[in-house]
T-cell receptor
């Protein structure tokens, strides 16, 4: 059973252009939604956790700038700008509460800089 | 801060070989520890998790033991198959935010027939 639906699954991104990613939660049992990035060396790094509709956060990391928005209880968005190296962005969901919760990953949105 | 270290970037084995993937961690708490597996073209998925209460986790023939003394959480499997070829990540929740997982660098396992 798929818990998360991400789109696009991949995108060619001209250098300097921003791209918008979308993630839909299919199971309300796991309401905490997050974004993780995976770089070309496979390193996974947490970006954001957005728990409530209306939550919005920005972050700048080496190689990209991010703006994340929790649109509704089931929709999470991510704008990626100023990307200089390719990466894959994963949407995740988990239950509320302590750190023992399993993190469930979407299939990822792979971004390739051209 | 919290950190996870996997020293082996790449491991190549033959089918039926014994697998050992090293993982050590640093944290100020005693959190649940996780192993995730990522197959080609897919997102990571949980392989197993262990709390301090149960100390050892077993799943699909893989096992890992929570060792607070050596701050290690190594992954083992007695006999690997070609289908086990994947990237394996050790992880723990950040002390500052339980909703955030800190991952090791990943170990890429290739099993040749």
């Amino acid at each position: 059973v798929t818990l998360l639906e991400q789109n696009p699954r991949w995108r060619l991104v001209p250098r300097g252009q921003a791209v918008n990613l979308r993630c839909i939660l299919k199971n309300s049992q796991y309401p905490w939604m997050s974004w993780y990035q995976q770089d070309l060396q496979k390193q996974l790094q947490w970006l954001f956790t957005l728990r409530s509709p209306g939550d919005k956060e920005v972050k700048s990391l080496p190689g990209a700038d991010y703006l994340a928005t929790r649109v509704t209880d089931t929709e999470l968005r991510l704008q990626v700008a100023n990307m200089s190296q390719g990466r894959t962005l994963y949407c995740t969901c988990s239950g509320t509460g302590g750190g023992g919760n399993t993190l469930y990953f979407g299939e990822g949105s792979r971004l390739i800089v051209v | 801060g919290d950190s996870v270290t996997q020293k082996q970037g790449q491991v190549t084995l033959s089918e039926d070989d014994f697998l050992f993937i090293n993982c050590t961690y640093s944290t100020t708490t005693y959190p649940t520890l996780f192993w995730y597996v990522q197959y080609p073209g897919q997102g990571p998925q949980l392989l197993l998790k262990v709390t301090t209460a149960n100390n050892k986790g077993i799943s699909r023939g893989f096992e890992a033991t929570y060792d607070k003394g050596t701050t290690s959480f190594h992954l083992q499997k007695a006999s690997v198959q070609e289908s086990d070829s994947a990237v394996y990540f050790c992880a723990l929740p950040a002390s500052s935010s339980f909703s955030k997982l800190v991952f090791g660098q990943g170990t890429s396992l290739s099993v040749v027939p």
